[in-house]
């Protein structure tokens, strides 16, 4: 490719969704770079130990209620149907997270749960989910006291661990990602489509960036390639403050290191996803073998150990949704508008918003929709 016109910073879901829609859409050269040695941002996988396909960035388990978005990755990969299902440790119980009327089973008396379930269902209605912090509002004594309870038991030492903050202090749709659930349906999700690509993330992303239009640059930082292409437009979906030289101070993230080790044995957890709200300095184990769908003689799992963001020592994972980071935000979000028709923020670290794969594909395609198909090169007669 000689003069790109587009350079697309960053391979993850946000960055290969839209070069994708650029060079088959607008028929226009995208050069699309990413500083690690791979595609794929945090989805990347790749066969390990015993050939199982494991995910380097932490499991991710692909689940969306729109068809439009689970239409346009369907051109990509076939499927392969997939509940993920999480068990928590609990007062030495394993048991089912999100909490809904089993988990209440497994941890009160018999009565004492039936009669918990039957306040829940009145209250709420059966199938509703409710947030955490909502039901510790309540009026209802027995629901402050079921409320308290899992607040204690499941959410607040797992969100100190996974945040080093309180719940309270943190955007109240963080806490409602995890609400309780009341049904016995123990699956995580409850989306419509839930599976997992057939062949695995990166398999799935070389066919999106497979375009002729489109050439990809891995282990190349944007710093490298800033002012070769002074005409190309750019899509930057790494960090917005990086972007501006953190001329307003440094964003907050979370990061998180990842233990991956290997098991001699055929199955080791349960479920795809066990974890330990009140005990380790971990916050969950995952078992990639559920996720795939592979058999082998061994395992490989994977441990989450959150911790502080250090630039240069570690991945910035999480945007950290408070009230003081939205104002943090918004003097970066005035400047990037003032880039707008030339340089475009979206993604995870670009937006600096807790999107799930799906939100990161409908925001790209959103984005092309609304803003960037107008670069679409005039009809000629
Ligand atoms: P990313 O995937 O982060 O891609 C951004 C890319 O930009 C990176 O590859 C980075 O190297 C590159 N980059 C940044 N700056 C530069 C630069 N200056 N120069 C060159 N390249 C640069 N979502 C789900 O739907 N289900 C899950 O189960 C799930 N599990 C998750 C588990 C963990 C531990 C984490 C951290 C996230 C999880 N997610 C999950 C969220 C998912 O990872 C994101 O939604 C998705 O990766 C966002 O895609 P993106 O393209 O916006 O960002």
Redesign the pocket.
């Known amino acids: 490719m000689s003069t790109p016109q587009w350079i697309i910073?960053?391979?993850?879901?946000?960055?290969a969704v839209l070069a994708e829609r650029i060079a088959s859409q607008l028929g226009q050269s995208v050069l699309v770079?990413?500083?690690?040695d791979h595609i794929g941002?945090?989805?990347y996988d790749y066969k390990g130990p015993y050939g199982i396909l494991v995910h380097k960035?932490?499991?991710?388990?692909?689940?969306t209620n729109s068809k439009k978005i689970w239409d346009y990755l369907s051109r990509f990969t076939e499927w392969r149907p997939y509940f993920h299902h999480v068990v928590g440790h609990v007062d030495g119980c394993y048991t089912p997270i999100p909490f809904n009327l089993n988990t209440l089973a497994d941890l009160f008396p018999r009565q004492m749960a039936d009669q918990l379930s039957q306040v829940l269902i009145d209250t709420y209605g059966y199938g509703k989910k409710v947030p955490i912090l909502k039901m510790r509002e309540e009026a209802s004594e027995q629901l402050r006291f079921l409320a308290d309870y899992v607040y204690q038991k499941v959410f607040e030492n797992y969100t100190i661990k996974q945040w080093s903050l309180r719940p309270e202090q943190l955007d109240p749709s963080v806490s409602a990602r995890v609400p309780i659930h009341i049904s016995r349906d123990n699956r995580y999700f409850q989306d419509i489509y839930q599976a997992m690509p057939a062949d695995g993330y990166s398999a799935m992303f070389e066919r999106i960036l497979a375009h002729e239009n489109i050439a990809v640059e891995t282990s190349?930082?944007?710093?490298s390639v800033r002012g070769l292409y002074p005409d190309a437009k750019v899509v930057f979906?790494?960090?917005i403050d990086?972007y501006f030289d953190f001329a307003h101070g440094a964003l907050p993230y979370r990061s998180?290191r990842f233990r991956m080790f290997e098991r001699d044995e055929a199955h080791v957890l349960p479920v795809g996803t066990v974890n330990y709200p009140n005990e380790f300095d971990f916050t969950r184990i995952t078992e990639f073998k559920h996720l795939t769908g592979q058999s082998a003689p061994g395992s490989v799992l994977i441990e989450?150990y959150p911790e502080a963001y250090v630039p240069g020592r570690n991945e910035p994972?999480?945007p950290i949704p408070t009230d003081d980071t939205a104002s943090a935000l918004r003097p970066y979000q005035q400047m990037a508008q003032e880039l707008r028709g030339k340089v475009w923020f979206?993604?995870?670290?670009?937006d600096y918003a807790y999107?799930?794969?799906?939100?990161?594909c409908g925001r790209a395609l959103a984005l092309f929709e609304k803003q960037l198909s107008q670069a679409r090169p005039p009809e000629t007669a």
């Open positions: 910073v960053g391979a993850g879901f946000t960055g770079i990413d500083r690690r941002g945090n989805a960035y932490g499991p991710h388990i692909f689940h190349t930082d944007f710093d979906t790494g960090p990086e998180i989450e994972y999480y979206a993604g995870r670290l670009g999107y799930n794969m799906d939100q990161a």
